[in-house]
C-alpha cells in the first residue's frame, strides 16, 4: 500500500481550508446580518459534529444523547448569565457547571450501559435526552420552560462595543466593516472554535486515536491484546461530552438566547447525525464538510423548496413534500441513501479516490 | 467417489485470511480426522463447509455437487450435521424440545429415537430437563444425538472431547464408532490418542494450509512425523 | 438464614414476576385513597397492555436477528393515524344505537391498522433492514433516517394539527362500581392485550414455529445448521411485530383521543425503556417492564406529575444495576 496521501484526500484537505478560510473572513466577505448568523453556526456546529464523530467514528458506537451535553454547556451559561447578569464570570462558571454535570451523566450513562451491550447505549442515551429535554421544559422558574431565556452577553460583545475608534473617535471602519463588539464576538466564536477542533485533530492523531481505531476494527481482538474496552469508550463519550457542552456555552454567548429549540431539542441531534454521515464518520474532515454543507442548506435550501412547492402545486402530494418544513423528507432520503451507498460520507469516499503510484 | 471435496478452499473473515488452501477428500463412510494445532484453521473449514463462513466459490463439493455459496440451511438439507465446538445446545429448551428441533418434520422415528436412546442412556434420564442443566459431558452427547437423530450422509464435528472427563471421551469414542459404521464423519480433534483410535484417514492442517495427508495408521506408525507436524513428543 | 428462607420463597412465588404486585403495593401506600388507587392501577395495567402490544415486536426482532429497529414506532404512529382515519370515516356507525355496527367500526379500524403494520413490516425489512444485517452501527442509522422520513410521512399526509380519534359508543363511559369507577375503554385495552400475550404466548411455547423462533433467539446460526431458514422466518416475526406495534398505537389514538405526530416519539422512548426492563427477547420480559412502567407512569403522575417521564428513567437505571440484562431476557 502506497503511504502518500490520495488526490481524493488532498482534494478534502483543500476544501477544509477553503471553508477555514471563509471563515475567518467571513465579516469581511459577506457583510450582511443572516450571513454572519450563518458562518457563526457553522463554526459551532463543526465543534458539536467532530465531537461527535469522535464518538461515532472512532469507537462506532451511537449516541443520540450529544445534543443533551450541548445543552447542558448552553443552559449552563445562560441561566448564570440571566442570574447574575452580564460578564465573564458567569461564562466560564456556567461552562464549568455544563462540564461538571455532562461528566457526570457520561459517566454513569457509560458505565451502566457500555458495559452489557453497545445496542443498549443507542437506547439509553435516547431516553436520558428525552427526559432532559422534558426536565427543561419543566422547570420552567430555571430554564424559562419552553419559552427559553433571553439574556446579554458580556461588555465586550454588545454592538455598541468599539473595539477600534478612528481620530474622530468613532468606531473604525475597516474594508467596510465596523470594528465593533458584534466583530468581537464572532471572532470569540470563530477562536475558540477553531482552538477546541485543533484540539480533537492532535486528539485522533495521538497513540489514544490508534488505540481507538483498533477497537473500532476489531473490538474481540483489541480486548484480547489487553485494551479495556469499555473503559476507552467511556472515556471517549466523556471528551466527546464536555466538548459538546462547551460548544453549547460559546453558541449560549453568541446566541444571547437558549431555549429547548436552539440547545436541546432532537431536531438537533437529528442534524448531528445528518452532518456526520453526510460529510463522512472518522475522518474530522468530514465533520467539517458536513456541517458547512447542512448549515447553508437549513438557511437556503427552504427558499429553493418554497419556490418548487409553487412550481407543482397541481400535482397531488408532492407540493405537501415540497413544503419548505418539509425538507427533513429529502435529507432522510438522502441520510437513508447515503449509508447504503457511501457509508463513508463525502470525505471518507473521496479520500479513498485517486491512488498516486 | 468422495462424499465431501475440498479444492482449495480459501475463506477470509474480515480482512484476514485464515484458510489459504485446504484440500481434502474425504471418502464414503468411517471417520476422517483433521488435525491441527491451536488456530491452524480447523474450525474454519467445518465453518466453511456449512457456509457458515463465506468460502471462496468453487471450493467445495458435496457428492460432486458444487455446494459454496449456498445458504447454511439448503446445506443442511442436503444431509450435513454439524455439532460446532461450543456444542450449539439450546439450553432455554428441554433435551426433548433440542432433539424433536433437530427432525426435518417434527415427528421422532420411534427406532431411530430408541436407537440414539440406547446410544446416550443419559439423554432418556434427562428427557423433559433443561439443556442448560445438563453436565458437559451430556451436552456433548445431546448434540451428537442431535446431528444422528435423522440418516445424514456426513456429520462434521468439531473437538467433541474437548473439556471431557477421560470416563466420558472413552464414551463418546465408542459412540463415534458406532455412527461411523452408518455415516461418514469428519472429525476435527487436538487429542492425538482420541483421533487415532477412531480415523482411517487423516490430514493435517497448518497455518490455514493441508500439510499432510494420509491413514491413520502409517500417521500412527511415524512417531517423526507426529513431532513435525504436531509438536507432539515421541 | 432467615433471608435465604425469604429469598426461596419469593423465587417460588414468581420471582421478578410479582415485581408489578411490589409496585402495586407501594402505590396503595403512597396514595392512600383506595378509589384513587384503583382507578390509577387500572388506567396503569391498560396502558402497560398497550405499551407491552407496542414493545414485544421490536423485543423480539431484537431477539431474533440482534436487528435494533429505531423506526420501530413509525409503526405506532402510522396505525394510530390509520385507525383514526377509518374511525373517522365510519363515524355513521360508531354513533349507530346498533352495538353490532359500533363493533365492527372498531374491529374495522384495528383491522386496517393491522393491515398496514404487515404490508409496512414486509417492506420495511426487505428495502430498509435487510441489507444491512450484523451492523449495527448502519442499522441505527438507516433505521433512524427512515423514522425520521416516515415522521414526514405522517407530517405531510395528516398534517401537523391534533387530530380528534372518534371512539365506538359501546367503549365510551365507565363502570361505576360504589365509589369506583373503571373506564371502560381501559378494561377493554387491557382485556385485548392480555388475549394478544396468550396469543403470543401459545405460539411461542406450543408449536413447531415457536420452538424455532426460541431457539433462533438463542442460537440462530445451530438451528441453520439444522436445515431451517431463520431469515424467511425473520420476515415474518418482523411482520407480526410491526402489525402489533401499529395495533398498539391504534389502541393508543382511542385511549388519547387527540393525537399528534408526536406520539410515535413519544411511545419510542417508553418502550424502549419498557424492552431494556423486561430484557430483550422474551415476550415475559416485556410484559413484565410494560405493566411496570405502566404502574409507575400512572402512579408518579398522579404524586408527582412533574416527575412522571423522569420516573421511568430511574425505574430502569434502578434495575440495571440490580440486572445489567433486564428482569427476564432470553437465554443468549
Known amino acids: 500500500m502506497s503511504m502518500k496521501p490520495t488526490y481524493g484526500s488532498i482534494g478534502v484537505k483543500l476544501v477544509v481550508l477553503l471553508i477555514a478560510a471563509a471563515l475567518l473572513f467571513a465579516p469581511f466577505l459577506f457583510q450582511d446580518v443572516r450571513s454572519i448568523e450563518v458562518a457563526a453556526r457553522i463554526c459551532i456546529f463543526i465543534v458539536l459534529v467532530a465531537s461527535y464523530d469522535l464518538l461515532i467514528g472512532y469507537t462506532g458506537i451511537v449516541s443520540f444523547a450529544h445534543t443533551m451535553f450541548f445543552g447542558f454547556g448552553a443552559y449552563g451559561a445562560a441561566i448564570l448569565l440571566k442570574q447574575m447578569g452580564p460578564g465573564w464570570a458567569p461564562v466560564v462558571l456556567g461552562g464549568l457547571a455544563g462540564i461538571a454535570l455532562s461528566l457526570v451523566i457520561a459517566v454513569a450513562i457509560g458505565l451502566l450501559s457500555l458495559r452489557v451491550k453497545a445496542i443498549f447505549f443507542a437506547m439509553i442515551t435516547l431516553a436520558a435526552a428525552s427526559v432532559a429535554l422534558v426536565l427543561a421544559s419543566q422547570l420552567s422558574h430555571l430554564t424559562g420552560g419552553e419559552d427559553g431565556i433571553t439574556y446579554s452577553a458580556p461588555d465586550l460583545f454588545k454592538p455598541a462595543t468599539k473595539l477600534l475608534v478612528d481620530a474622530e473617535g468613532k468606531v473604525l471602519k475597516i474594508a467596510g466593516v465596523r470594528m465593533n463588539g458584534k466583530i468581537a464576538a464572532y471572532y470569540f466564536v470563530f477562536l475558540s472554535s477553531a482552538v477546541l477542533f485543533g484540539l480533537m485533530l492532535r486528539l485522533v492523531g495521538s497513540p489514544l486515536g490508534t488505540v481507538l481505531k483498533a477497537i473500532r476494527e476489531n473490538e474481540a481482538r483489541a480486548e484480547a491484546i489487553g485494551y479495556r474496552v469499555v473503559a476507552y469508550r467511556t472515556f471517549v463519550f466523556c471528551i466527546s461530552a464536555v466538548v459538546a457542552s462547551l460548544a453549547g456555552t460559546i453558541y449560549a454567548v453568541w446566541l444571547k438566547y437558549t431555549g429547548p429549540e436552539t440547545a436541546l431539542s432532537f431536531d438537533i441531534m437529528i442534524d448531528i447525525l445528518l452532518m456526520v454521515v453526510i460529510g463522512g464518520m472518522g475522518t474530522m474532515w468530514g465533520p467539517v464538510i458536513g456541517a458547512t454543507l447542512l448549515v447553508i442548506a437549513q438557511y437556503y435550501l427552504r427558499d429553493l423548496m418554497g419556490a418548487a412547492a409553487e412550481a407543482v402545486s397541481s400535482v397531488p402530494l408532492l407540493p405537501e413534500l415540497l413544503n419548505p418544513d418539509r425538507w427533513l423528507f429529502w435529507l432522510g432520503i438522502l441520510f437513508i441513501l447515503l449509508v447504503y451507498f457511501f457509508p463513508k460520507g463525502i470525505a471518507g469516499t473521496a479520500m479513498e479516490k485517486g491512488v498516486r503510484q | 467417489m468422495s462424499v465431501l471435496s475440498l479444492r482449495g478452499l480459501r475463506t477470509n473473515i474480515g480482512q484476514y485470511a485464515v484458510l489459504h488452501d485446504v484440500s481434502i477428500e474425504v471418502p464414503e463412510g468411517g471417520v476422517f480426522v483433521l488435525l491441527g494445532r491451536n488456530g491452524a484453521g480447523k474450525t474454519t473449514t467445518l465453518r466453511s463447509i456449512m457456509g457458515l463462513w463465506a468460502p471462496s466459490p468453487g471450493s467445495v463439493f458435496f457428492r460432486g455437487r458444487d455446494i459454496s455459496g449456498m445458504h447454511t440451511a439448503d446445506i443442511a438439507r442436503l444431509g450435513l450435521a454439524f455439532v460446532p465446538e461450543n456444542m450449539g445446545i439450546f439450553g432455554g429448551l428441554t433435551v426433548a424440545e433440542n432433539m424433536v428441533l433437530a427432525t426435518r418434520n417434527g415427528q421422532f422415528d420411534k427406532g431411530r429415537l430408541g436407537y440414539v436412546q440406547t446410544l446416550f442412556p443419559a439423554l432418556k434420564k434427562f428427557w423433559d430437563a433443561r439443556a442448560g442443566s445438563l453436565s458437559g459431558g451430556q451436552k456433548q452427547m445431546l448434540a451428537v444425538a442431535r446431528a444422528i437423530i435423522e440418516p445424514r450422509e456426513l456429520i462434521l464435528v468439531d473437538e467433541p472431547t474437548k473439556g471431557l472427563a477421560p470416563a466420558i471421551v472413552d464414551a463418546m469414542a465408542d459412540a463415534f464408532a458406532e455412527i461411523g459404521q452408518s455415516t461418514t464423519i469428519l472429525l476435527v480433534e487436538q487429542n492425538f490418542q482420541f483421533a487415532r483410535r477412531l480415523g482411517r484417514d487423516m490430514a493435517v492442517i497448518e497455518d490455514g494450509r493441508i500439510v499432510h495427508a494420509g491413514s491413520m495408521a502409517d500417521f500412527a506408525a511415524d512417531a517423526e512425523l507426529q513431532g513435525q507436524l504436531l509438536g507432539l513428543s515421541a | ?332
Open chain 3, 1 to 332: 438464614m432467615k433471608g435465604f428462607g425469604m429469598t426461596r420463597w419469593i423465587e417460588k412465588m414468581g420471582g421478578v414476576n410479582l415485581l408489578p404486585v411490589a409496585v402495586m403495593l407501594v402505590g396503595f401506600v403512597l396514595i392512600g385513597a383506595p378509589s384513587s388507587w384503583v382507578t390509577l392501577t387500572v388506567a396503569g395495567l391498560a396502558m402497560g397492555m398497550m405499551v407491552f402490544l407496542m414493545a414485544s415486536g421490536l423485543s423480539l426482532v431484537f431477539g431474533l436477528m440482534d436487528v435494533l429497529n429505531f423506526g420501530h414506532s413509525a409503526f405506532v404512529s402510522f396505525g394510530a393515524f390509520v385507525a383514526a382515519s377509518v374511525l373517522a370515516g365510519l363515524s355513521g356507525w360508531l354513533g349507530a344505537p346498533s352495538v353490532l355496527l359500533n363493533v365492527a367500526a372498531l374491529a374495522l379500524a384495528l383491522a386496517a391498522a393491522l393491515a398496514f403494520g404487515l404490508a409496512a413490516g414486509l417492506f420495511f425489512e426487505r428495502v430498509i433492514i435487510k441489507p444491512v444485517y450484523k451492523d449495527h452501527l448502519r442499522q441505527i442509522l438507516i433505521t433512524m433516517g427512515a423514522l425520521i422520513v416516515s415522521e414526514q410521512i405522517i407530517l405531510a399526509l395528516w398534517g401537523g394539527t391534533p387530530i380528534t380519534v372518534h371512539r365506538p359508543a359501546f367503549l365510551e363511559g365507565a363502570w361505576i362500581i360504589g365509589d369506583i369507577s373503571i373506564e371502560i375503554y381501559r378494561g377493554f385495552a387491557f382485556a385485548l392485550g392480555l388475549v394478544v400475550f396468550a396469543g403470543l404466548y401459545f405460539t411461542l411455547n406450543r408449536t413447531r414455529l415457536g420452538l424455532l423462533i426460541r431457539a433462533g433467539v438463542e442460537n440462530r446460526e445451530m438451528v441453520e445448521a439444522l436445515g431451517f431458514r431463520i431469515d424467511r422466518l425473520f420476515v415474518g416475526v418482523f411482520m407480526l411485530g410491526s402489525a402489533l406495534a401499529a395495533l398498539g398505537g391504534a389502541m393508543w389514538a382511542g385511549y388519547l383521543t387527540l393525537i399528534t405526530p408526536a406520539l410515535g416519539g413519544e411511545m419510542m422512548i417508553v418502550v424502549f425503556i419498557v424492552v431494556i426492563i423486561g430484557g430483550l427477547g422474551s415476550i415475559e420480559g416485556t410484559l413484565l417492564g410494560a405493566l411496570m412502567v405502566g404502574l409507575v407512569s400512572n402512579y408518579v403522575g398522579f404524586l408527582a406529575p412533574k416527575l412522571a417521564l423522569a420516573s421511568n428513567m430511574i425505574l430502569m437505571m434502578a434495575i440495571l444495576m440490580w440486572r445489567p440484562s433486564g428482569l427476564r431476557p432470553a437465554v443468549k
